[in-house]
């Protein structure tokens, strides 16, 4: 009983507790006179110090990105120095900026009221340093240097502007960069974007403008409440250039692709079939992607616009057109592969044939072609035979099937911002479009590539890959690698990617058209302007109708690949088309030709020209020498 009366341990234990609330309560009583002493006694003057001091922060903006031909030894598009003009209102004298602005816009060069635009009333006693024109010459920041004492508030520094080292051709590929508009901030804000931001508008500049920007740099100052600096040691956070980009195009043969397409409106696409990779891509009329570099470029834009016919637009990839007799490609592999007519049956072509009241004529009326089977009426491209097999043994319906098969009427997914998915025709949209039934004659039309079928040229070489590679086609792309920009480095590359394959279309049915492709070259409509003894191609011509309100014209086509008899790895695709607004000289079939003359003998367009003998074809305004 005695230990019990004498065990200490509940007091212990009172009175550790009992020293822990008084610790707890000492450190509350520090902290709330501490908060008390701040707030109440010197409130005012922390008070005082928030109104008057806080951290100013400024953009360094960083440089884009670089571009690079597929070698990465030849920049594409690089950045210069360049100079922007800022003003800070606040540093006016009162009075004075009217003035000042004034003198500004005549050594600037612009209207007074842009200048207003950009400051206005509100902002006039902002020590913010706002700015007032990018990409100004050293010359013009020269003479506002010497004239600084009568331009108080004036400034500048250094912003990086695109060069564009080689445009022409590469135009529509590589595209342009520009100011950013309200309606893209609006959706690139949460992206880091901020107002004064230089965005991609078209092409590769805009398909990769996130990969191109890189990270901007921040300034830190710390100023007063009207954006006075009060000390010398700013906080500097360096910008983080943008990504460089490796393209698939090999400038040698973008360049002869550019030449053998000439000053003619049109397009020219050279492929590799087993990649999707993009080596060159022309569309004519281009423009110089360097002119919208300026201020001015709304005013280029606008000129550019009202051209005749339409530089801005890529015929590559945004501009549709009949396939003409590049479609009986679809339609032999069609009638291969179904079976509903045999290939060495063979229909009489007398120049023409009656259907529905109407006569309809073969491109070579009198007196016809006589009789024809498959590989013969591929090859001279008879208009009869396929108005016969297509309207009376595939259908409409089956065409149509054919045709998507092959990737017509979908998006190709090539990496730009803009690209039709061309047109391809069926009974059950005329009927909704038209109000009207499907019509023998329609199926007819639809057979030699005429009708309501629209295509781009990039579709068509698309098409012949897919022959070339037996049932494959590579979805088309013009990026092939992204690179360190300091080290050089490659960060990631781009794999091919099957886009579109085949699964009703039997193995022997391509070896079948890849024979006869190879006989239209030697024996058929190609045999003159694609003989090669270089390089063996397959392919097709084309020969498409427009109906203008006074005569008749036509768009000149040529799709083929090769080499016919080497590894499909090694095969080019090469699709050109020249539109019928051009003078008439069937002449995509001689561009073709003379681009795998220099790809494949290594040679200039000149070497090119003279090789194949196509000198005497020559106009003067054609001369490239």
Same mark, same amino acid.
Not at 55 to 74: H, Y
């Given at each position: 009983?005695?230990?019990?009366f004498?065990?200490?341990?509940?007091?212990?234990?009172?009175?550790t507790?009992?020293?822990?609330?008084?610790?707890?309560?000492?450190?509350f009583?520090?902290?709330?006179?501490?908060?008390?002493?701040?707030?109440?006694?010197?409130?005012?003057?922390?008070?005082?110090q928030?109104?008057?001091?806080?951290?100013?922060?400024?953009?360094?903006?960083?440089q884009?990105?670089?571009?690079?031909d597929?070698?990465?030894?030849?920049?594409?598009?690089?950045?210069?120095d360049?100079?922007a003009?800022?003003?800070?209102?606040?540093? #006016? %004298?009162?009075?004075?900026?009217? +003035? =000042?602005?004034? @003198?500004?816009?005549?050594?600037?060069?612009? /209207?007074?009221? !842009?200048?207003?635009?950009?400051?206005p009333?509100?902002?006039?006693?902002?020590f913010?340093?706002?700015e007032?024109?990018?990409?100004?010459?050293?010359?013009?920041?020269?003479?506002?240097?010497?004239?600084?004492t009568?331009l108080?508030?004036v400034?500048?520094?250094?912003?990086?502007?695109?060069?564009?080292?080689?445009?022409?051709?590469?135009?529509?590929?590589i595209g342009?960069?520009?100011?950013i508009?309200?309606?893209?901030?609006?959706?690139m804000?949460?992206k880091?974007?901020?107002?004064?931001?230089?965005?991609?508008?078209?092409?590769?500049?805009?398909q990769?403008?996130?990969?191109?920007?890189? #990270? %901007?740099?921040?300034?830190?100052? +710390? =100023?007063?409440? @009207?954006?006075?600096i009060?000390?010398?040691? /700013?906080?500097? !956070?360096?910008?983080?250039?943008?990504?460089?980009?490796?393209?698939?195009?090999?400038?040698?043969?973008?360049?002869?692709?550019?030449?053998?397409?000439?000053?003619?409106?049109?397009?020219?696409?050279?492929?590799?079939?087993?990649?999707?990779?993009?080596?060159a891509?022309?569309?004519?009329?281009?423009?110089?992607?360097?002119?919208?570099?300026?201020?001015?470029?709304?005013?280029e834009y606008?000129?550019?616009?009202?051209?005749?016919?339409?530089?801005?637009?890529?015929?590559?990839?945004?501009a549709t057109?009949?396939?003409?007799?590049?479609?009986?490609?679809?339609?032999?592999?069609?009638?291969?592969?179904?079976?509903t007519?045999?290939?060495?049956?063979?229909i009489?072509?007398?120049?023409?044939?009656?259907?529905?009241?109407?006569?309809?004529?073969?491109?070579?009326?009198?007196?016809?072609?006589?009789?024809?089977?498959?590989?013969?009426?591929?090859?001279?491209?008879?208009?009869?035979?396929?108005?016969?097999?297509?309207?009376?043994?595939?259908?409409?319906?089956?065409?149509?099937?054919y045709?998507?098969?092959?990737?017509?009427?979908?998006?190709?997914?090539?990496?730009?911002?803009?690209?039709?998915?061309?047109?391809i025709?069926?009974?059950?949209?005329?009927?909704?479009?038209?109000?009207?039934k499907?019509?023998?004659g329609?199926?007819?039309?639809?057979?030699?590539?005429?009708?309501?079928?629209l295509?781009?040229?990039?579709?068509?070489?698309?098409?012949?890959a897919?022959?070339?590679n037996?049932?494959?086609?590579y979805?088309?792309?013009?990026?092939?690698?992204?690179?360190?920009?300091?080290?050089?480095e490659?960060?990631?590359?781009?794999?091919?990617?099957?886009?579109?394959?085949?699964?009703?279309?039997?193995?022997?049915?391509w070896t079948?058209?890849?024979?006869?492709?190879?006989?239209?070259?030697?024996?058929?409509?190609?045999?003159?302007?694609?003989?090669?003894?270089?390089?063996?191609?397959?392919?097709k011509?084309?020969?498409?109708?427009?109906?203008d309100i006074?005569?008749?014209?036509?768009?000149?086509?040529?799709?083929?690949?090769?080499?016919?008899?080497?590894?499909?790895e090694?095969?080019?695709?090469?699709?050109?088309i020249?539109?019928?607004?051009n003078?008439?000289?069937?002449?995509?079939?001689?561009?073709?030709?003379?681009?795998?003359q220099?790809?494949?003998a290594?040679?200039?367009?000149?070497?090119?020209?003279?090789?194949l003998?196509?000198?005497?074809?020559?106009?003067?305004?054609?001369?490239?020498?």
């Amino acid at each position: 009983m005695s230990n019990l009366f004498n065990d200490n341990r509940p007091i212990k234990k009172i009175i550790t507790v009992f020293i822990l609330w008084v610790i707890i309560g000492i450190t509350f009583a520090m902290y709330f006179a501490r908060l008390f002493f701040m707030q109440v006694v010197e409130g005012d003057i922390y008070r005082s110090q928030s109104r008057t001091i806080s951290s100013q922060v400024n953009t360094i903006p960083a440089q884009r990105g670089e571009i690079f031909d597929r070698n990465f030894t030849l920049p594409l598009v690089v950045n210069t120095d360049s100079f922007a003009v800022n003003m800070t209102p606040g540093e #006016i %004298p009162v009075g004075l900026y009217d +003035t =000042v602005a004034d @003198r500004l816009s005549r050594y600037l060069k612009i /209207p007074k009221k !842009e200048i207003d635009e950009r400051i206005p009333q509100n902002l006039r006693r902002s020590f913010s340093s706002i700015e007032i024109q990018s990409n100004v010459s050293f010359s013009i920041i020269s003479d506002i240097a010497e004239n600084i004492t009568d331009l108080p508030g004036v400034s500048w520094g250094s912003k990086p502007a695109r060069n564009y080292i080689y445009t022409g051709s590469l135009s529509h590929i590589i595209g342009y960069v520009g100011n950013i508009t309200k309606d893209e901030m609006n959706v690139m804000y949460n992206k880091g974007y901020k107002a004064n931001s230089i965005v991609g508008k078209t092409g590769i500049e805009r398909q990769y403008d996130s990969l191109l920007q890189g #990270i %901007p740099g921040r300034e830190r100052k +710390t =100023v007063d409440v @009207r954006g006075r600096i009060i000390s010398d040691n /700013p906080i500097i !956070e360096p910008p983080v250039m943008g990504k460089n980009l490796v393209l698939t195009i090999d400038q040698t043969i973008q360049n002869l692709a550019e030449k053998a397409l000439g000053e003619r409106v049109g397009a020219a696409v050279v492929l590799k079939a087993a990649t999707g990779e993009v080596l060159a891509m022309v569309s004519y009329p281009y423009f110089d992607s360097n002119i919208f570099a300026t201020d001015k470029s709304s005013s280029e834009y606008v000129k550019l616009m009202q051209s005749e016919n339409n530089p801005l637009l890529n015929r590559a990839v945004n501009a549709t057109y009949p396939p003409a007799s590049t479609f009986k490609v679809i339609m032999s592999t069609a009638l291969l592969s179904e079976g509903t007519f045999p290939p060495d049956k063979k229909i009489e072509c007398k120049g023409f044939m009656n259907y529905g009241g109407r006569v309809f004529h073969c491109w070579q009326n009198d007196p016809g072609q006589g009789f024809l089977d498959l590989k013969e009426a591929l090859a001279q491209s008879c208009d009869i035979y396929f108005w016969t097999v297509g309207r009376d043994f595939l259908g409409v319906d089956s065409i149509a099937y054919y045709a998507k098969e092959f990737g017509l009427g979908q998006d190709t997914k090539i990496d730009l911002p803009s690209r039709s998915s061309g047109f391809i025709p069926t009974a059950q949209w005329k009927e909704r479009r038209y109000h009207e039934k499907w019509m023998g004659g329609d199926t007819m039309a639809i057979s030699i590539g005429q009708g309501y079928t629209l295509v781009t040229p990039l579709q068509l070489a698309d098409m012949m890959a897919m022959v070339s590679n037996k049932g494959v086609i590579y979805r088309p792309h013009l990026l092939k690698e992204i690179r360190d920009p300091a080290t050089g480095e490659i960060i990631s590359e781009v794999k091919p990617e099957v886009l579109f394959t085949s699964h009703s279309i039997p193995e022997d049915v391509w070896t079948v058209m890849q024979d006869n492709l190879r006989y239209t070259i030697t024996d058929g409509s190609g045999k003159y302007p694609m003989n090669n003894k270089v390089v063996k191609t397959a392919g097709k011509t084309g020969t498409a109708e427009v109906t203008d309100i006074k005569q008749k014209t036509w768009h000149s086509w040529m799709v083929a690949y090769g080499p016919w008899d080497g590894p499909e790895e090694d095969r080019i695709v090469v699709a050109v088309i020249v539109e019928a607004v051009n003078g008439w000289e069937w002449w995509a079939p001689y561009a073709t030709n003379i681009i795998f003359q220099g790809i494949f003998a290594n040679q200039t367009y000149d070497e090119a020209v003279n090789a194949l003998g196509f000198r005497y074809l020559m106009k003067p305004k054609n001369r490239q020498d």
